[in-house]
């Protein structure tokens, strides 16, 4: 039985579209979605001028984004790539040797809770803003060397006088492994300012 082969174009073409559609795939990622070897994935990149995903995210963070307001940039857990204000924000956090237990390598997760949390509170536009509530899911562990993808979520909830409703989903590649619905209190009581 043999691999039908896409076409060279259409596979560039789909290519194009997979890193449109998650800037933080890995070239290992890429190459089980579009079935080809590493290398080709790497020359196809290389080809259509798209740089590896270390230049892409470098690339992500020195666009210009809104700063946090709710408090000072270093204490958001992850490297912010993305903020709208009380819209939307993306950061990521790669797992390091001291956010895992020794034994089985497998992530804290208060760690995960932690990049959720700050990101939740980085994009309400306030100087103050505090978690109120927050409803989470672990859905898998996470692991030493496994870098994880939070995209938080400004809903619009008008019943929640003073406060915000952020949801934040957690991804490693493109696996769910944390959800949490925040409830943010925001200083000024200005209810979805965007």
Do not use: W
Request: proline share 3%; with cysteine.
């Amino acid at each position: 039985m043999s691999i039908e082969r896409v076409p060279k174009k259409e596979r560039q073409q789909q290519l194009v579209k997979l890193i449109e559609d998650n800037p933080f795939m890995t070239d290992q990622e890429l190459t089980r979605h579009l079935k080809v070897s590493i290398q080709t994935i790497r020359l196809d990149r290389l080809e259509l001028g798209i740089p590896e995903l270390r230049e892409r995210m470098k690339l992500m963070a020195e666009r210009s984004y809104d700063q946090v307001r709710s408090l000072p940039l270093h204490e958001v857990i992850g490297e912010v790539v993305d903020l709208q204000l009380d819209r939307s924000g993306i950061s990521i956090f790669e797992i390091r040797e001291e956010h895992v237990f020794s034994r089985t390598g497998i992530a804290r997760g208060h760690h995960v809770f932690a990049q959720a949390n700050s990101l939740a509170v980085a994009v309400i536009n306030d100087e103050i803003a505090l978690t109120f509530s927050a409803d989470i899911r672990f859905i898998r562990s996470v692991h030493l060397g496994e870098k994880c993808i939070a995209k938080a979520y400004v809903r619009q909830t008008p019943e929640l006088k003073g406060k915000a409703k952020v949801e934040v989903f957690t991804y490693v590649g493109e696996e769910m492994v944390f959800q949490g619905n925040f409830v943010i209190y925001r200083s000024t009581g200005d209810d979805n300012q965007g």
